[in-house]
Structures are given as structure tokens and as C-alpha cells.
């Protein structure tokens, strides 16, 4: 079964507890605070694997989570950090945000293109610190800990576009899978009816020279396909990526004796209406059937549209370079009439398109970096609303994974969060909100007495990060 498109859901591991505990050995009476800290919880990571060619293995499994850090014990012994998931997925693949309330999909994440190529989806929680990080110069004996930090959790979803060097497009029974059967190992579906190819197919093509390419069979497009007809959106995203288009017409008409001229038009008109790049990308035109009688008069009218449309493409000026090969490519899959010379042509165009992208691929985003920087902004973002008179609420991702961690069994710790809260702005955004002194503040499950900076200046002043 071909899956191209999951919606998964996501969470890193949690962090494990800080420890609370004091050197107890004979003869050293105070020994101090000697509190490990918890491990850190995996990560999810998804990574590309040229060995997996389908997201198959997340169509009947959506939940996945990382291995929580263990907590921290005396005598300084650290937690041990959770193991990292790492879900495998086909080059090519497309990873975004996705919000399983509204079934829309959001921010890219990442555009794994390269075997290998990874990103932390989502990153596993902190582990709490425990009570040696706590002790200062008027607190020698801190008697508590952090409890770990709760991992992030969310939905993703994951696309597969094809990897592949060319696309062969065209109309429904046009003969792109006869092709693809000829010009390599791809053994598709071949049947004297439309729609024959449900499911895209790759093939490796040998040219002459022994330079191998990868060539696509995309299942035919029909008018309105960009716009969702037929299977439109789920075949055109497969062109996305390639480097060049085929673009395959069939000479007959097919049993339907549509017009050749017209197929032609329309497909030019779909690829452009569903992306104004794919419009614009680099073509080979191909005329298929010769072998049927009667197909001279329409191939010769087809070659001089090509050429036309190549002088378009350039410009207008006939010598310039275009995008569309001014040649068309006369062949019969059925014989293979035509086609070791279309072979090698495509073969050629691949080679100078690949050379042409290497030398830009040194500009590759690195994918961990750019989605953490965003991340760490919105993870440290927090908002203040006023529910009523009186009555506060602070939500954010960072402050709330603070009173999380929090152990409220324990006044030290409670009185830690505090000055944290007011590291972080939190007092200051209240203030600003209208909060006095003595108004609830709510922070996911727990209520606060809102205490204004003034009225814990002298509480805090001996606390410390």
C-alpha cells in the first residue's frame, strides 16, 4: 500500500526528578547537600532513511513518545537521560506542524531531502536540578529539589513527496507507465483502460554512457486537477520536487478521441494553475503512438506548438535558452520506436539540472537550528488575561512547565518559583494587567495570592538562580 501523508502525534520524554538529600556518612556530621539531578528525557526526532519508501508504518500507529529521564538519587548520582525515538521516514519528506482540531496543517518544521537528514520534532523535558544547585551563601542547607520538566507534546504531519530526477505527465492511458517499462526495471500496471495507475511509480533509467536517473510515472492528471479533481492534489504534489518534466501526449486521443493539441494545453495549464513554478520548469514534450497510422499530420501540428511555445518560454528570442526543449520527441512504447534517443535526452537534461542544484545545496538550511530558535521564542512567550475583577490567568509553555516542576509540598521550592516568576517578567505583566495585591492568579491547575514586587522585595533578596 503507497501512504503519502500521515498525521502523527508527538511527545518527548519527560524529565526525571531532582534529588533532595544531604551527605550522611560517620563522622561528618554536616555534610551538606548532596542531591543528583534528574536525567533528561529523549527526544523525537525524525529522520530521512533512503531504505523506507513509504510512511506505511504510521498509517494504523498515530501516538509516539521518547523514554523519560530517570531521577536523580544522593550521594550526587545523576539520572540517566531517556533514550531518543527517532521515527524513520523516505527522502522527501515534508514535516509540519499540524492542528488536529481544525485538520489543518501549519508551520514547516522541515524538508528532509537527504538521506540522513534530521530534526528534533520534539524535544524531550529537563531534568529538575537537584538541591546542591540551590545551596548560597545564606542557604547552606536547601531542603529541595526541582521535579523534572514535562515534555512538549503535539500533532506533526508528515508528507512524502517523490525524489525523483524526471516526472513523466500526461493524460489518463497516454502510455507513461509503457514508457517507464521500457527506459527501466519499473514494472507498473499496463492495461488498455484510464486510470490504470492509481499510485506513482519509480524507475531507475541507464543511458548510454551508463549515467542513471530516477524517472517518476505519476497517475494522469485530468482538467481541474488542480484543483483537487480526480486525484489532482494528491499526484501533482509528486512533480514538486522533480528536476525536469516528461510531458507525455498521446497521438490517438485515446478511445475517447480527444484532441492531442487540447490534452497538451490542458496539462501546460494544470501544472501552472497548481504551482506558477511548476509552470516554469525545465520540459521535454513527447509524442506517443506513432506506431498508430494516420498520427503524421497531428505530431508535425504538436512539434511546431512545442517550438512555439519554447520561443515563448525564452523570451522570444529563438536562440535564448528556454525551459521547454524545443525538440519533440516522436517515440511508440509499444515498439520502442524513438525511445533510447528520449532516453539519453532526458538523461542529458538530468545531468546538467543536478550539476546546476549541487552548487547551490551549500545554502541547505540546517533545520535543528532555525526551528529551535522559533521554538525557544515561543516557548518563552507568556500571556496575562483578566478573567474577572479580581481574578488573573498567565499561560505560556515555559511558565507553565516552572509550576509544573515545582514540588507544592514544599515551601522553599514554592517561594524558588516565585522569584523565577519574577525573573521571567511575570510580576512586572501582571502589574501592567491591573493585578493588585491579593488577587487571584490562576497558572494552569494552582491559584496564587498576587503579591506585588515591592511587598517580597525583602523575601527574595536572598534567593538566586
Not at 529537563?126 to 507534546?153: D, K, Q, W, Y
Not at 520548469?281 to 511555445?309: F, M, S, Y
Amino acid at each position: 500500500m503507497f501512504i503519502d501523508k500521515v498525521n502523527i502525534h508527538v511527545k518527548g520524554g519527560d524529565g526525571g526528578a531532582g534529588c533532595m538529600s544531604f551527605r550522611r556518612e560517620a563522622h561528618v556530621p554536616k555534610g551538606g547537600p548532596d542531591g543528583g539531578d534528574g536525567g533528561h528525557g529523549g527526544d523525537v526526532i525524525v529522520r530521512a532513511d533512503a531504505g523506507v519508501s513509504s510512511l506505511i508504518d504510521y498509517r494504523f500507529k498515530h501516538h509516539f513518545k521518547a523514554q523519560r529521564g530517570t531521577h536523580g538519587k544522593g550521594s550526587r548520582m545523576h539520572g540517566a537521560r531517556g533514550e531518543d525515538l527517532v521515527l524513520k521516514v523516505p527522502v522527501g519528506t515534508v514535516v509540519r506542524e499540524y492542528d488536529e482540531e481544525t485538520k489543518e496543517a501549519g508551520e514547516l518544521i522541515a524538508d528532509l531531502t537527504h538521506d540522513g537528514e534530521q530534526v528534533v520534532v520534539m524535544s524531550g523535558g529537563v531534568g529538575g536540578r537537584g538541591n546542591i544547585h540551590f545551596v548560597t551563601s545564606t542557604r547552606r542547607a536547601p531542603a529541595f529539589a526541582e521535579l523534572g520538566e514535562p515534555a512538549g507534546e503535539g500533532w506533526i504531519q508528515l508528507e512524502m513527496k517523490l525524489m525523483a530526477d524526471a516526472a513523466l505527465v500526461g493524460m489518463p492511458s497516454a502510455g507513461k507507465s509503457s514508457l517507464i517499462a521500457k527506459i527501466s526495471a519499473a514494472r507498473p500496471k499496463i492495461a488498455d483502460y484510464p486510470f490504470t495507475t492509481l499510485v506513482p511509480n519509480l524507475g531507475v533509467a541507464l543511458t548510454a554512457d551508463d549515467y542513471s536517473f530516477v524517472v517518476a510515472d505519476v497517475p494522469g492528471l485530468i482538467e481541474g486537477a488542480h484543483e483537487g479533481r480526480g486525484l489532482g492534489h494528491e499526484f501533482l504534489r509528486h512533480i514538486e520536487r522533480t528536476a525536469l518534466i516528461v510531458h507525455v501526449v498521446d497521438l490517438t486521443g485515446d478511445w475517447e478521441g480527444r484532441d492531442p493539441l487540447n490534452d497538451y494545453d490542458i496539462i501546460n495549464r494544470e501544472l501552472a494553475l497548481y504551482a506558477d513554478e511548476l509552470g516554469r520548469r525545465p520540459r521535454i514534450v513527447v509524442a506517443n503512438k506513432i506506431d498508430v497510422p494516420g498520427t503524421e499530420e497531428v505530431c508535425a501540428k504538436l512539434a511546431e506548438r512545442v517550438k512555439a511555445d519554447s520561443i515563448e518560454a525564452a523570451g522570444g528570442d529563438e536562440f535564448a535558452d528556454s525551459p521547454i526543449d524545443p525538440k519533440l520527441y516522436c517515440i511508440s512504447a509499444l515498439t520502442g520506436a524513438g525511445v533510447e534517443s528520449l532516453k539519453n535526452a532526458i538523461g542529458s537534461k538530468v545531468r546538467e539540472l543536478r550539476e546546476a542544484a549541487r552548487e547551490q545545496q551549500e545554502n541547505t538550511a540546517q533545520y535543528d537550528m532555525v526551528w529551535e530558535h522559533k521554538r525557544e521564542a515561543r516557548d518563552a512567550a507568556f500571556q496575562v488575561v483578566q478573567l474577572s475583577e479580581g481574578v488573573f490567568r498567565v499561560s505560556g509553555p515555559r511558565v507553565e512547565r516552572m509550576v509544573v516542576q515545582t514540588d507544592w509540598d514544599n515551601e522553599e521550592a514554592i517561594a524558588f518559583l516565585q522569584h523565577r516568576m519574577k525573573r521571567m517578567g511575570v510580576d512586572k505583566a501582571l502589574e501592567d494587567a491591573g493585578a493588585r495585591d491579593g488577587d487571584e492568579v490562576r497558572i494552569v491547575g494552582y491559584t496564587f495570592d498576587f503579591e506585588s514586587a515591592m511587598a517580597r522585595e525583602d523575601m527574595f533578596a536572598e534567593l538566586e538562580d
